[in-house]
């Protein structure tokens, strides 16, 4: 930011400026350029199918008839259910990392907490294969029979299934949550604490403070994952089971958009479905983008609502305390 | 962010791949099925020691992309485990010849604490897949398997959820027997299946057979030899039930050779003949009959000279069955039509 304020212009910095300038249009420019690609191949889909193609649920390579609901379905209830569990995990890592950790065991807890996002997502789907998918076969089984006969928990005990994906989609998320969220905690100004403490506010009643200041970045913390839950593919086909079919049940085998995808796309050899599929993965780009978008902007408010706001003594602290 | 370091990673992989290249002479390049995929690199590598200066390349990248590829013509060579559909045959921009190189078998797995070996007819998989048979103690399966006493459990069904040459083979075997098969499934290397779990790839369908108690799925004969899984046996068309093996498959395409179409294009499932494993097939080459590049066609022909005769000795420890020496000899007067000047 100060590059840009200081205005030196000078030739080397004009260059510079172009420089970089160009580089960061050309990642837009790639962007924009998938995005094309994908419209202009999937052409003969969103000729053939229109809007039904997202209403039907009839997947049949064979007949030619292409439904996408059942993905969107289950890439849409794997990823909600996923943030659902993970959200509180990951605000309670945050508040404990910023909040309440003895200092010198915060970097290291950082580290550990950042160290999940580094793992491959192969593993993950084989931690998922080995240990979550017996682990939620014994869960079922041990579902009590008046709740396994809701619609949410019906079904044959297979451990494969949406809750597992859901599973490992909220480990694989929690990293990234908990470190946005715990930056955002970290801006909240140390003035609104201790206008809360000096108020004669217990340190819950300041921590709640504090996410309530920071709501609107926590919230964008929280469709960060969204954006990556969304488009997580290897290791949520290796334990959803990839049935195409809509179903409530946490334990019922559903597929998602970005595993058909890797699934069916090598061996597509008709125009048709290999254009259908591109349709899915268009979608699936848009959605994500959106989310992205959406999330950076809210982040992106917060951190403006601090710099904004250098004497927060002045602003209304009450609010949450 | 993803797309762009996987176009990253993927034009490091083509430099990789392309980078041997140089040291040879002459580099020809092939992509298709995955199934084959063992046995075709053993086959460009004994090959590239007897003609140092030929390099053959394959990309298993599956039937259909290798069908994709052939006819946008930027591979030489194709290879399919179905045979290419007449659309498929009419968007190519030349006549493609379809090569039999080796057979493979395709068989039922499963998970059961019985210390019989099942065995299964063709409609009482058909009805499982169907979802039609959906307990263990249903009295077909009974039928198929006097005296064994099976437990009262729900059947799972497991099948690929990847596009496959196996699904292909498994689906062509079902629609032979069961016309209601044929009409709500179908035969492709994707299908839209009515019941079950899909798991990538054999080691993923073998993954979740192990895992799921009461499960039933099918993986390649080589898939299942390699790992000892252990399968049952499925009913031939003469009544019997017969363990795939390799001598079991190598029958099954015997029993074709009197039949056999002149482009072999032919699906030897569900074959006549003594101790002849079912669900059989062939894995094809594709070769344009008319190559620009003649120097290349040269060699190619060369190449499946050899393949169908001394390279037929590496398949069965590979666990392909070779082909009988009726097709072999069907094949040679067939190769000799690619031009080669």
Known sequence: ?321 | MRIARFLLAATLLVAGTALPAFAANLQIDGAGATFPYPIYSKWFAEYNKLHPDIQINYQSIGSGGGIRQLTNQTVFFGASDGPMTPEQMLAAPGKIFHFPTVLGAVVPVYNLEIQDELKFSGETLANIVLGKITRWNDPALAKDNPGVALPDGEITFVHRSDGSGTSYIWCDYLSKISPEYKKTVGVATSVNWPVGLGGKGNEGVAGLVKQTPGSLGYVELIYALHNQIPYGSVKSLDGEFVKASVEAVTAAAGSATGKMPADFRVSITNAPGKGVYPISSFTWLLLYENPKDKQRSKIMVDFMKWALSEGQKFAPELGYAPLPKGVVDLELPALAKVKVK
């Open chain 1, 1 to 321: 930011m100060g590059l840009f304020r200081a205005r030196t212009r000078t030739d080397e910095s004009r260059f510079f400026r172009l420089g970089v300038g160009s580089v960061a249009f050309l990642t837009i420019a790639v962007v924009v350029g998938i995005a094309l690609v994908m419209v202009q191949e999937s052409r003969l889909s969103i000729q053939k199918f229109g809007w039904s193609f997202w209403r039907t649920t009839r997947w049949d390579p064979v007949a030619g008839e292409f439904g996408a609901l059942p993905f969107l379905w289950g890439t849409l209830f794997s990823s909600f259910l996923a943030l659902l569990l993970a959200t509180p995990i990951a605000l309670g890592i945050a508040v404990f990392l910023s909040e309440l950790a003895p200092f010198r065991w915060r970097r290291p807890l950082v580290f550990l907490t950042e160290l999940l996002a580094a793992i491959p997502s192969v593993v993950y789907g084989m931690w998922g294969i080995f240990v979550l998918v017996p682990f939620v076969r014994a869960l079922q089984l041990h579902t009590p029979a008046w709740l396994a006969a809701t619609p949410f928990f019906k079904g044959p005990p297979l451990g494969i299934g949406l809750l597992a994906a859901s599973l490992v989609l909220a480990v694989m998320v929690i990293p990234f949550s908990a470190s946005v969220a715990r930056e955002i905690l970290k801006s909240v100004p140390f003035t609104q604490r201790e206008a809360a403490y000096a108020l004669g506010a217990t340190r819950w009643e300041a921590i709640r403070m504090a996410l309530y200041y920071g709501r609107t970045g926590i919230m964008g913390a929280i469709m960060l994952g969204l954006g990556r839950a969304l488009g997580e593919t290897i290791a949520v086909t290796m334990v959803i089971g990839n049935n195409p079919q809509i179903s409530l049940s946490l334990y019922a085998p559903q597929y998602t958009m970005a595993s058909v995808i890797a699934n069916e796309f090598t061996e597509a050899a008709d125009n048709l479905y290999l254009n259908a599929l591109v349709e899915i993965g268009l979608v699936l780009l848009i959605v994500t983008v959106l989310i992205n978008a959406l999330s950076r902007l809210l982040i992106w408010r917060m951190s403006r609502v601090r710099t904004a706001t250098p004497q927060p003594a002045a602003s209304p602290v009450a609010a949450g305390a």
